[in-house]
């Protein structure tokens, strides 16, 4: 089961608004052709079922028709549904859907997102949209991070680029449910900047970390309610054990995107216990390999709960980013989703008080299930002996002296390239007070220093200048020395002359200023921003 996980964050700007979407007087034509997927409208329509059918047993007060639903393909067509109002430069479509919306707003050749796969919530004209990305969109995504990080090959030999109309689904209700988080605890978000600060490579924590995800996936899956209650008291033990080594900020990191992430999880994860009694939409059949839902959400969370360990034991690439963020951030997603999941079973009002500030997932858990110091000892040591602990702390060992190797081993090809070096030396113009990232692409070097990947990156600085690259190119970021450092296949000389009005060549653009001052010298370029 596989499909896109990158999730742009934008923490000031955002780097995939492709247009401008204020100042506009002409008069709209209506758009008549639809562009965009049609069978993902057919999902949009089955999303909707979904919840009429089984929403309140899903997440009481959530509802399909209070959240605006953008569909996107690139540069192609942004189709906007369950609007309140029509945004400025959309139109509205006159063309034929499967749906029964009397109002569609529709634009052409210019999109919100300009990057594929983007399924996420965003801001567009002072509403939060749920956005979804067509499947041509994310197919492409998954292409050109197979291209890199897989088997090309042999991923198109076994046909795994046909999408998963159950994935569809599952990112739809994950999205539309954080629009409806977002206004009940707007506030309640993660620091993405801690990615870079947690320990990610510390062996006792992945070590632990091994154990705790298997506890909980035991405990998800089992049908015995006393083995589910052993399982899930081993989970907080080991739990708690492991994060008496993490500061507070790792602690806060994880509880907060267990909180984000890992609440729009459960969402899935409980369609997956409860969609049995769906009767899908007669159109869902026109998905390929759609089936229905008897004898098969059962086998998918089944394969999520082992894929959540999969994860949190570094057992493949997926993110491109083994030894960085996207391990650790994924796997906060699902160990969120499955401790929602039990507390239905040991305190079912946990929803009515989740969204208050500092409520976290494994505080719910431990106030439900006391244990004292004795038995946390005692399921410790059963975890640690059921669950292999001693030869995994080893594992977790040579883990980490690996990915030291390898992150040096990326940093030495950003400083000692043959291309051409720049670097942005900050330090007069005060900070970096912005950025455009994804956590996934997060590699921390040391405390300080940080390599940012897996997507176009942008930076803001405190003097108002701003970097943004065109293509993912990484950017090695040291706070201490308060440089952005990068290589590129365009000459120094390309950089004279241009700090007052401007860079705008092949790989990134930077903002001019009056106080800024390049020098290129040879293959390397320096630009001190005051």
Do not use: C
């Not at 401008?20 to 909707?48: A, C, F, H, W």
């Not at 083994?322 to 009002?349: C, E, F, I, N």
Request: glycine fraction near 6%.
């Amino acid at each position: 089961m596989s499909r896109p996980v990158l999730r742009l964050v934008s923490l000031i700007f955002s780097l995939v608004v492709a247009a401008d979407l204020g100042g506009q007087t002409k008069v709209e034509q209506p758009v008549r052709d639809l562009r965009i997927d049609p069978l993902l409208l057919v999902s949009v329509k089955e999303y909707r079922h979904i919840l009429e059918t089984i929403g309140p047993d899903i997440y009481p007060g959530w509802k399909w028709n209070t959240v605006p639903l953008l569909l996107y393909r690139p540069l192609v067509q942004d189709v906007l549904l369950n609007a309140p109002r029509r945004p400025p430069g959309y139109s509205r479509f006159s063309g034929h859907t499967v749906l029964p919306d009397k109002i569609i707003y529709a634009r052409d050749d210019s999109t919100l997102m300009a990057i594929d796969g983007q399924n996420t919530s965003t801001d567009l004209d002072s509403m939060r949209v749920l956005v979804v990305s067509d499947q041509y969109s994310r197919e492409r995504q998954q292409i050109d991070a197979t291209a890199r990080h897989g088997d090309l090959e042999q991923w198109r030999k076994n046909w795994n680029f046909v999408p998963s109309a159950y994935d569809e689904l599952e990112v739809i209700l994950h999205e539309a449910f954080h629009v409806h988080q977002d206004r009940l605890a707007p506030n309640k978000g993660a620091n993405e900047q801690m990615a870079a600060h947690y320990p990610l490579l510390d062996p006792s924590n992945n070590a632990l970390v091994a154990v705790e995800t298997r506890a909980l996936r035991d405990a998800v899956l089992a049908t015995d309610p006393n083995q589910r209650r052993h399982r899930l008291e081993q989970f907080l033990a080991v739990r708690a054990l492991r994060r008496s080594g993490l500061d507070t900020a790792s602690l806060t990191y994880e509880n907060l995107n267990e909180f984000k992430e890992g609440t729009a999880r459960y969402v899935e994860l409980r369609f997956l216990e409860l969609g049995e009694r769906v009767q899908p939409i007669p159109e869902m059949y026109y998905h390929t390999g759609f089936t229905g839902y008897r004898g098969v959400l059962r086998q998918r969370l089944v394969r999520r709960m082992d894929d959540m360990v999969n994860v949190a034991s570094f057992g493949d690439n997926r993110f491109g980013n083994k030894y960085g963020g996207g391990p650790m951030r994924v796997r906060l997603y699902d160990t969120g989703g499955a401790q929602a999941l039990l507390l239905d079973d040991v305190a079912p009002s946990w929803k009515q008080k989740i969204f208050a500030p500092a409520v976290y997932l494994t505080d719910l858990l431990n106030a439900a299930i006391p244990l004292s110091v004795e038995q946390r000892s005692n399921l410790v040591s059963q975890a640690k002996a059921e669950y292999g602990f001693d030869s995994v702390l080893v594992n977790r060992q040579a883990f980490q002296r690996e990915g030291e190797r390898i992150i040096q081993s990326r940093v030495d090809s950003i400083l000692n390239t043959r291309q051409t070096l720049v670097t942005i030396n900050y330090a007069g113009a005060g900070d970096i007070n912005g950025m455009a990232y994804t956590p996934f692409g997060v590699t921390a070097v040391n405390d300080q220093t940080a390599i940012y990947d897996l997507v176009p990156i942008g930076v803001r600085f405190t003097n108002g200048v701003v970097l943004r690259m065109k293509s993912r190119i990484p950017l090695l970021v040291d706070r201490q020395a308060k440089t952005v450092t990068f290589a590129i296949a365009s000459t120094a000389a390309a950089f004279e002359g241009k700090g007052t009005s401007g860079v705008n060549i092949a790989e990134l653009t930077l903002s001019g200023s009056p106080a800024t001052v390049i020098t290129a010298s040879g293959d390397k370029v320096l630009i001190q921003l005051r």
